[in-house]
């Protein structure tokens, strides 16, 4: 999975009919500080994730392994909101 | 799924029979705001895009989640039309 | 998919079974008027491409998704003989 | 596979119901000397690895292939753990 | 499918027990004439092959679809030892 940083939101009305009603996130990569310096890609949210959460990222078929994401043609998905990363024994980011 | 820009149509004869009748659009890689910065690829219209579209586009087995894309030896498909992005609480992109 | 141009072959006499008599083509990334400038990879040929073809490659579990490459141990199919491309309303490539 | 060091641990409370009990652990990608000097991700351990080792990743619908990982929206797992790497000829690395 | 060379071996006693008596190479990333140039990465050995071997590996699901990695959390294998690569009409790689 990616760490992540949720940035913003995607607004679609013609879409597939598999994507109605979800919530499609802008996340942007983030390392392992949670410091967002990566590339950024559109997940669907399945855990009410918000923008400046930081959050993990499924993607490929892992990404329809959810309830909302079944069967849909959608290649990411939110699947934790995160609440600290510890690297080296030290916490790097604690949620606020 | 990856935010991009319809850039170009591609023609092939010669083709698996699956994709006969399929819409082969080259979509180049688009950032946050809808700036297409990025790589070229060709991606299968499902919700009837046209060159100058922002869109999303799945990838992988994702991609194979269509009706249109079913089976089919297809790895992308735009499977929806952006209206606007939002990044930050601004509004950074929207359809003209 | 990806464009990409056919550079040349590959000769493997050892080979998993499923490959027996499969014709596998060296490819390289292009951009979207043709022209190579990427990655070189390889993928099974399933339209009778040449090398100097403009062609078209499905990757990952869609490279599978073709009568000669089921079940295959094959993650690259070239499925697409490109006869043009055009971009922004222009031809930029045309098969000669 | 990656060869990857295993460099912190991740906790979150709301997360995909499949991913309850299951230890995040943050990868970063190694060479293949065991040097981690590649990007980092998150994968679930399923070999009791720890903050520290170097150790194998498998991705995608790969990473769903193991008891702890089946249909959960997971794209990344801990399989192994390395002992050493020998690289021609040369151990290069080995487990202390 | 990657062009890579087999530069080295990976021994892991605690590992996934579908992985058992599989061989793990570690293989660096080849250009089109054989050259290892690219990134290293670890597969699983289905074609008897050996270190200072040019193979081609396959990835992803695509990995497991042999006798030897089926259901298995592996998501690169070694499916073919290369004899020669021709480029442009000449041979650039030939197995000594």
Sequence with gaps: MLIAKVIG?????IK???L???????CR????TGKATGKPYVAVDTVDAGVGDLVLT???SSGRQTYLTKDAPVDAVIMAVIDSLQVDGEVVFRKS
């Design 29 to 32: 990569e983030a390392d392992e």
């Design 16 to 18: 597939d009919q598999k």
């Design 20 to 26: 109605e009603g979800r919530k499609l996130l802008i």
């Design 9 to 13: 939101t995607t607004v679609a009305t």
């Design 58 to 60: 499924a993607h490929g």
